[in-house]
């Protein structure tokens, strides 16, 4: 009987999937940190007969090629892609044969990347489920423009034909299984929900309801800013990935932080922003370990630069370390545990600033303080609404433009406030006065901010 366990990527915004029968199963879109999809597969008692990529992946450093290795399973690659190692090259109306009858068959999806390739597992001859990488996803489409500028706008015309492909070849009730759109940048907008069915996606995907000029128009008017790091993981993937490293970093004390602060390395504390505020390591950045460690800490760091973790516990730094590993910052230069009491050296005092809410910097206002309010989040948050006055720098931007943030006390918001933490981190390293709003965005008309909805 053919069953489907997924696996949640949570730090990416992913998701992979262990699909076949009793005997054996394909992977699609692996994890770079495969031990656990191994453990999904013994829990199943199945063998991994075949690894499957739909795309040479531009977020996140794919296990496919070790696992594959591992495992002695097929490693299918689109045969379009262009990657430097041995693969079995899939192209359209490939099939595979797994057990009880159960057959893979590839059905090209180009629009995410030129490549892309889709997944359908049949069982009796009928699909029983469709894998849809970054093509068709929950609600919305895999963004087109990760390739090559001058591919943005045909890629999202294809992207446009291939959803209408998988609506017409596939019945209504077939399971839509999509690696992208659960937080995932890759995606054109945010899943809406946890499951869907070719049904669904053909009543309320826009990629099937409007023509495809408007669905491009919007596609295309509705895109972000790219993290930098999706630069390195095409090229990583395509040369094949090394094996991963969790063996646990080196432990530092004080000293040795002081000196990696002072050649300019990264000291990123995982800790909760509450804790770092009310103490932290003078020069550390804040990049909770409960929150997005991996996408945001692999966006703003020089690439290349060596990172030592600080958290409350080992559990923690080992978190984040599989965490960054995914997006190809390998192997900590060095870690350590406790808190700021302990990675300060003797007669070094350690660094706090406030955190605050709206209603706080209402009352400031109010007062007549002067107040440098400061917007982190993307553009695309603040063409939807802004605080009349505030200055805009996306936090991906802070870090290297810290000199367009106006003298004075900066009070820095995002839309939650954990990218706040982030760059009131930053400020902070940098010698600023500031203050973090740790708040929901939508409290700031109620707290008497005056709001700018652009039309």
Known sequence: MFAVDTL??????????????????????????????????????????????????????????????????GYLVPARASVSFDRT???????????????????????????HTSYVVEEGGRAAAAFTGGSLLIGAVGRPDLVE???????????????????????????????????????????????TTIGRERARNHALTEDMDTFVAETLAGLDDIPAYYAHMGPANAAGPAPVDLTPPHRAGPDEIAARLAAGEWVVDLRSRVAFAAGHLAGSFNFEGDGNPATYLAW??????PVTLLGHSPGQIAAAQRELVRVGIDHPAAAATGGPAAWVRPGEETRSFPRTTFADLAAARRSGAETVVLDVRRDSERRRGFIDGSVHLPVHHLHDRMDQVPPGVVWVHCASGMRAAIAASLLDAAGREVVAVDDSFEAAAEAGLTVIRPR
């Not at 209504?172 to 659960?182: A, C, Y």
């Open 8 to 73: 949640a990527i949570e730090g990416l915004g992913n998701r992979s999937y262990l699909a076949g029968g009793p005997h054996q199963a394909v992977v699609v879109d692996p994890p770079r940190d495969i031990d656990q999809v191994i453990a999904a597969a013994a829990r199943r008692g199945v063998r991994i007969a075949y690894v499957a990529e739909t795309h040479v992946h531009n977020d996140y450093v794919s296990g496919g090629l070790e696992l594959a290795r591992v495992t002695g399973a």
């Open 89 to 115: 090259p899939v192209a359209d109306g490939d099939t595979l044969a797994l057990d009880d009858g159960l057959v893979l068959r590839a059905l090209a999806t180009p629009g995410h990347t030129p490549h």
């Open 149 to 195: 500028p001058r591919l943005t706008e045909p890629l999202a015309r294809a992207q446009y034909a291939s959803a209408h492909r998988l609506a017409d070849e596939l019945d209504d009730e077939v399971p839509v299984l999509p690696t992208h759109g659960f937080g995932s940048f890759c995606s054109s907008a945010q899943a809406t929900g946890e499951s």
């Open 300 to 305: 703003l760091i020089p690439w290349g630069k």
